[in-house]
T-cell receptor
Framework: GDSVTQMEGPVTLSEEAFLTINCTYTATGYPSLFWYVQYPGEGLQLLLKATKADDKGSNKGFEATYRKETTSFHLEKGSVQVSDSAVYFCALGNTGNQFYFGTGTSLTVIP | DTEVTQTPKHLVMGMTNKKSLKCEQHMGHRAMYWYKQKAKKPPELMFVYSYEKLSINESVPSRFSPECPNSSLLNLHLHALQPEDSALYLC?????????????FGPGTRLTVT
């Protein structure tokens, strides 16, 4: 069945450091891939998406590329800020718009 | 506007109480979802409504009863809950379930069962 495997956390970085959160998937058909962010006490916010192989999603300095050959969708940001501290979820959407979420990666950015 | 609203924000209820959670969206979406999220875990799908009809029930206990009165509203009726049902309940919506579309989430209702 469809599934998402996400890098274990927590991750702690200094401000302006480079961020990578790994995400790999298993799926049938032609899924879309998403990154969501959840700030403390809030719901999930869509960060970026990619709908087909080689697509790059980007938003607020975050990027992820849909790599079919490695079944990956790693999240990157060149310079993190304290305000980026949150939990990040990788998700796969497939037939019937069913979503499969990774376990989440908690990021803390220290000044 | 990509907003999904949920009320109440917090709810404390006893095991014999009956309460309801409410979700609303005005994006014209025809698919709405209920998820349950425990601390430090990803959301778990409970129910999916498509065009106001229940299309998926992920074997959720009958003490949770969903209702979709119209295309903008989604309710979750709660009765005789257990302490282990304490969690963040998230509502989401998407354009439809025919295809793959981003889901937009509300802020959630933090439920505590005493």
């Amino acid at each position: 069945g469809d599934s998402v495997t996400q890098m274990e956390g927590p991750v702690t970085l200094s401000e302006e450091a480079f961020l990578t959160i790994n995400c790999t998937y298993t799926a049938t058909g032609y899924p879309s891939l998403f990154w969501y962010v959840q700030y403390p006490g809030e719901g999930l916010q869509l960060l970026l998406k990619a709908t087909k192989a080689d697509d790059k999603g980007s938003n607020k300095g975050f990027e992820a590329t849909y790599r079919k050959e490695t079944t990956s969708f790693h999240l990157e940001k060149g310079s993190v800020q304290v305000s980026d501290s949150a939990v990040y979820f990788c998700a796969l959407g497939n037939t019937g718009n069913q979503f499969y979420f990774g376990t989440g990666t908690s990021l803390t950015v220290i000044p | 506007d990509t907003e999904v609203t949920q009320t109440p924000k917090h709810l404390v209820m006893g095991m014999t109480n009956k309460k309801s959670l409410k979700c609303e969206q005005h994006m014209g979406h025809r698919a709405m979802y209920w998820y349950k999220q425990k601390a430090k875990k990803p959301p778990e799908l409970m129910f999916v409504y498509s065009y106001e009809k229940l299309s998926i029930n992920e074997s959720v206990p009958s003490r949770f009863s969903p209702e979709c009165p119209n295309s903008s509203l989604l309710n979750l009726h709660l009765h005789a809950l257990q302490p282990e049902d304490s969690a963040l309940y998230l509502c989401a919506s998407s354009q439809t379930t025919s295809g793959i579309y981003e889901q937009y989430f509300g802020p959630g209702t933090r439920l505590t069962v005493t």
